[in-house]
């Protein structure tokens, strides 16, 4: 029977010295994740390349699939940020546009992380405890895109239910005017 790979979190970096050097292994295994793959990447070569020892690396990341599940938090992190920035800044009056402009960033985020991409969703234990840990934000960030689409565009256009579809857009919960919410951290 195939034991199922530990992906539990080392220790939390508090000082700003350790956040970089948390910043340089994860920059370090993306770039070799993407380089020749997850499968040959090793932690000493994760280790070598961010500068670190190995014994630094495993204080942080008690082993690659905790590296590989940290850097899915934050590919999946930044896209939310993305699209909220997107939606906020956007002069747009119409929503089908702003959608188009969001789903070309998704689109290009992923094609641009295509081989990360790949290796979360090989590694299905990894990939089915980001979808855990994701429920939570996604529940904050489509109270956010509702949020923002009911204030910028339906309340002052309280005609575009009819011209656009949005049901098949943004669940309807996610625009009621009791929905206050707006941040993604």
């Known amino acids: ?7 539990k979190k080392g220790h939390i970096p508090l000082q700003e010295r350790s ?3 948390v910043e340089w ?4 295994a993306m770039r070799l994740f993407a380089e020749q793959g997850y499968e040959v990447t090793t932690t000493n070569k994760i280790a070598e390349l961010a500068g670190v020892s190995i014994g630094s690396l495993y204080h942080y990341f008690p082993n690659k699939n905790a590296i590989l599940l940290e850097l899915g938090i934050r590919h999946r992190k930044k896209m939310y940020r993305d699209i909220i920035k997107t939606l906020r800044n956007s002069k747009e ?3 089908r ?3 188009k402009r969001i789903v070309t960033k998704i689109i290009r985020l992923h094609r641009d992380n295509q081989l990360f991409i790949e290796a979360l969703t ?6 089915k405890q ?7 934000h996604d529940i904050k960030f489509w109270a956010a895109v509702g949020s923002i ?9 309280p005609g575009i239910e009819r011209r656009l579809p949005l049901k098949r857009c943004v669940r309807p919960k996610w625009i009621t005017k009791s929905n206050t919410a707006g941040q993604i951290r």
């Open 130 to 136: 980001l979808d855990t840990i994701k429920h939570d």
């Open 1 to 7: 029977m195939k034991r199922k790979p530990n992906v």
């Open 122 to 127: 090989v590694h299905t234990h990894i990939d």
């Open 149 to 157: 689409i009911r204030k910028k565009y339906m309340d002052s256009n």
């Open 19 to 21: 956040r970089q050097m």
């Open 25 to 28: 292994i994860l920059d370090a």
């Open 93 to 95: 009056s119409d929503l």
């Open 97 to 99: 546009e702003v959608l």
